[in-house]
């Protein structure tokens, strides 16, 4: 077999061009044994998936590391690992500027332990002088290959594959997350990871002990994530209740994929449980209540940690919350109070849309959604830059909660037409959504200090699938109309936190206090 010949710079343009005299004289055609444009090409459409993927994990992670700090003070994590490689739960020392537990003369990490788990090698390589922002980024990077590979089962078009990959990697609050790297966020990043894991288990392998696995490893990165096992569940059912439906119930019901999920999770929830009992006598003992947020803050912390009186203080920062407008520059700056799930994805919109197929419901539903929108921007604009109300015919003793009807009413519409149709995505994806929203609902603090709402990232991957199941196969004008703009606010977001208020770029202030 001939060898190939190398070739490199402009030699490619002269192939077949390039010809030698031979000894009589004579012009005869060079032979070239490499790879041509058209190899190259199928070579290219055959490992297409493999590209693209890589290509996103690169993109992303050069956007999120250059764009982001690229540092932190609050690597609670890199102290974690350190301390487990010096045999310890306990930190060893205080460390006065992070949130930690104090207990019988010992300082504890509040937050899970996987994060520290995962950064153990490169902790071991490098001490506490590990870049934890630089790991959230790679990890953000790792769930760019996921998030494609999930959205692949939904619609065989590259170009929708490409536009609803952007979406979550560069639409949402990920991006902002997964840039920061401080303890809080760097946490939600490796939750998300392993929560993508989980689903991509279940919809592409179809797995449930990887997917049980999975959902463990993101219950002891952020504990509020445990409660989507109703999606997986949901989701496995085909595996677990098969047969003909003339058969009684039990006879239907196969509990060997149950046990598998079960399995992966309950690995997980052990874990927790004796690590929560080596570190405070107690397998239910997390040290919320040894937090120095909550000792330090009892007027926030009024009824504990958690308790349901706690709700209306996270409706706003999910629903209602805006960017602050101001009369001078830059005129419209992030809160670091949050900003609602709508205002930094508005194409999240199309997750409450999905099977609604009669056009009337539609057009109310977008009507009274905008009405909303409207009631809630203009009186923020208006009390920010001092304005009165413009309220074009709104009463003006309108009460403040009746702007939120119309979100409740399109979940409502949503998931009861998820039931009509038996979309098991859509019932999978809300029965996810909903306990695990109640749950950090129930919080005391609701995020700050942040860009978005960032405890919505524990079930951001549902309302992704919802929306991707509301823009159906082909992605069309609106639909990349709204992307954009989520990119854009994204953009916005990080630009304006992490490059031009540390540097006080133009000597103005571009964050609230």
Not at 152 to 167: G, H, N, P
Not at 178 to 203: D, E, K, M, R
């Amino acid at each position: 077999m001939p060898q190939a010949r190398h070739c490199n710079g402009p030699c490619l343009i002269l192939i077949g061009k390039a010809m030698t005299e031979d000894t009589a004289g004579q012009q005869t055609p060079r032979t070239w044994n490499g790879p041509s444009l058209a190899g190259l090409t199928t070579l290219a459409k055959r490992h297409q998936t493999a590209l693209v993927a890589t290509a996103f994990a690169f993109l992303t992670f050069s956007v999120y590391w250059y764009l982001g700090p690229q540092d932190t003070v609050y690597i609670n994590h890199v102290y974690q690992a350190d301390a487990f490689l010096h045999g310890r739960l306990d930190l060893g020392q205080d460390y006065p500027w992070l949130e930690v537990a104090y207990k019988d003369g010992k300082v504890y990490e509040v937050h899970p332990p996987m994060p520290a788990i995962i950064i153990l090698p490169g902790v071991a390589l490098f001490g506490q002088a590990l870049n934890q922002t630089l790991v959230s980024a790679v990890i953000g990077a790792l769930c760019a290959p996921l998030v494609f590979g999930i959205v692949r089962k939904f619609t065989e078009k590259l170009s929708a594959q490409v536009w609803l990959t952007v979406l979550y990697l560069f639409g949402t609050i990920f991006w902002y997350s997964a840039s920061h790297g401080g303890v809080w966020f760097f946490t939600h990043t490796v939750g998300v990871f392993f929560l993508l894991l989980a689903v991509y288990a279940t919809l592409v392998t179809k797995s449930p002990l990887l997917a049980g696995l999975f959902l463990g490893a993101a219950f002891w990165s952020r504990q509020p994530m445990i409660l989507a096992l109703p999606f997986f569940l949901i989701m496995f059912s085909d595996q677990w209740l098969s047969g003909s439906l003339e058969k009684p119930l039990l006879k239907r019901i196969d509990i060997v994929p149950m046990i598998k999920l079960g399995l992966g999770v309950g690995l997980f929830v052990a874990l927790a449980l004796e690590y929560n009992n080596l570190r405070f006598g107690s397998p239910f003992d997390y040290g919320s209540d040894y937090s120095k947020q909550a000792t330090d803050q009892p007027a926030l912390y009024n009824h504990g940690p958690f308790d349901i009186s706690y709700i209306p203080r996270h409706i706003p920062a999910v629903f209602e919350l805006t960017p602050v407008f101001q009369s001078n520059a830059p005129y419209i700056i992030p809160s670091f109070l949050g900003m609602a799930l709508w205002a930094t994805t508005p194409a999240f919109f199309y997750s409450l849309f999905a099977n609604l197929r009669d056009w009337r419901v539609v057009l109310v539903g977008g009507t009274l959604m905008f009405v909303a929108l409207y009631v809630i921007v203009s009186r923020n604009v208006s009390a920010g830059l001092g304005w009165e109300w413009v309220r074009l015919g709104v009463p003006q003793d309108l009460p403040h909660d009746l702007n939120l009807v119309p979100f409740f009413a399109m979940i409502s519409l949503a998931i009861a037409a998820g039931l009509r149709y038996r979309d098991k995505l859509v019932i999978a994806c809300w029965s996810a959504i909903i306990p695990v929203a109640l749950l950090l609902f129930s919080f005391a603090a609701t995020g700050w200090a942040q860009f978005g709402y960032r405890y919505g990232l524990d079930f951001y991957p549902f309302l992704f699938l919802l929306t991707i199941r509301g823009i159906g196969e082909e992605v069309k004008w609106h639909h990349k109309l709204l992307i954009v703009v989520s990119v854009a606010i994204n953009l916005w977001g990080v630009l304006w936190i992490y490059q031009f208020d540390p540097r006080q770029f133009l000597d103005l202030r571009w964050v609230t206090i």
